[in-house]
């Protein structure tokens, strides 16, 4: 039967396998035998089609191989399989942390096996140095994906002299590496000194927003209340949803209580799809996964799969697939085997769609013909084939 392998961790290799016929095993299964590296090998139960071997050395290249067994003794291995573990992913370097009043400013060097790395990831917390007076402190962590040549973040919106943790790591498709750790407080609230005249006006209330056309919006607020203060004007910040990119922040300003924010520019997310990857299931499909955009400007609604076995064909001659904005993975079927397919994936938002990400590719296997008496045998139950 055929053995599966993957890591899910650097020390870890998880093994599957389907269990073989009546006919191959001639008798009842009543362990495996798991054998791997020069001489080591393990026993597993025969009702198992499972196994995690543990304590294995990072970034080390594996033989492994299983042979079925019953009362009599075990059959013939299969072939040998090769496997290297992960790699260790360190943590990131000169780890600096800056707090002040309501933000703590976050900056760090690559990972020493920077090479290996898809981005970072900076988690902050409140950390439980003073409980409150219920003996409870929420422990829910923020946790932000950044890209790869990130090396500072900065965090708002905090609370003033309390103590928070903050993490940062680099990962990849695999694995999370080791986490850089920073405990401290933030700066005490600043006594601000008695205001002369008046003081700054409170906010407009009552904010109603009016979609006019696809790239205009029609704003209208109500005056700040139970304020006598003349007011100048108005400021309005205005983004896509859920963008971190500055260059797209604009702003307007309006002596009355409304305004026109147009023109808006209608776009999809700013990136593509992140960590595309292919991977073959049979000479016929390919599994397709990948993660969602760094920055959707938006909510994801849908994806779209192109693929084509000719790289330089016009885009509109690719055949394509149509995936709900939830999705994390697809298999493409109906392939042909032995063959050469190029792939791209592209997300879209209500607004639009965004850019495509890179081409990757990925040969489908050729079908495996086999002769044993046991294949033929089965061959003939299932199609009726005479075989001489």
């Not at 708002?156 to 920073?182: I, M």
């Not at 994390?328 to 209500?350: C, M």
């Amino acid at each position: 039967s055929a053995l599966s392998v993957a890591s899910t961790s650097p020390t870890d290799i998880r093994l599957t396998w389907h269990p073989p016929s009546s006919q191959q095993s001639r008798g009842a299964l009543t362990r495996y035998r798991v054998d791997y590296g020069a001489v080591v090998s393990v026993e597993v139960r025969g009702n198992e089609t499972s196994f995690t071997l543990r304590g294995l050395q990072p970034n080390q290249m594996y033989r492994l191989r299983i042979a079925a067994g019953t009362g009599v003794g075990f059959g013939i291995p299969s072939e040998w399989v090769q496997h290297q573990t992960l790699a260790l992913i360190f943590a990131p370097t000169e780890l600096k942390v800056r707090p002040r009043e309501n933000m703590i400013n976050v900056t760090w060097q690559p990972s020493p096996n920077h090479a290996l790395i898809s981005g970072y990831k900076l988690s902050y917390q409140e950390a439980e140095a003073d409980e409150s007076f219920d003996g409870k402190r929420s422990q829910y962590a923020h946790t932000i994906r950044l890209r790869k040549k990130a090396r500072h973040h900065l965090l708002t919106g905090l609370a003033p002299d309390r103590q928070y943790e903050v993490r940062v790591w680099a990962f990849n498709k695999q694995v999370d590496g080791a986490a850089a750790v920073w405990k401290g407080r933030t700066d005490k609230a600043t006594k601000l000194p008695p205001t002369v005249g008046h003081p700054p006006p409170i906010p407009p209330s009552t904010i109603q927003a009016t979609s006019n056309s696809s790239t205009s919006i029609w704003l209208r607020w109500e005056k700040p209340r139970f304020s006598n203060i003349r007011i100048i004007n108005y400021t309005v910040r205005c983004s896509p949803s859920g963008t971190t990119n500055a260059s797209l922040v604009t702003y307007h300003t309006s002596r009355k209580a409304q305004t026109s924010l147009s023109p808006l520019s209608p776009s999809g997310p700013s990136t593509p799809p992140e960590e595309l990857q292919l991977s073959t299931l049979d000479p016929s499909s390919v599994l397709v996964s990948w993660r969602p955009p760094l920055e959707p400007n938006g909510i994801i609604v849908s994806y779209r799969i192109l693929y084509s076995i000719k790289l330089s064909e016009p885009e509109h001659l690719w055949k394509n697939l149509s995936e709900d904005g939830g999705v994390r993975s697809v298999a493409v079927r109906g392939l042909s085997s032995g063959t050469r397919y190029f792939f791209k994936l592209g997300a879209s938002t209500e607004v639009g769609p965004g850019p495509f990400s890179p081409v990757k590719d990925v040969q489908t296997p050729l079908p495996k013909y086999g002769v044993s008496r046991d294949f033929i045998l089965h061959l003939s139950t299932q199609t009726k084939h005479t075989f001489i």
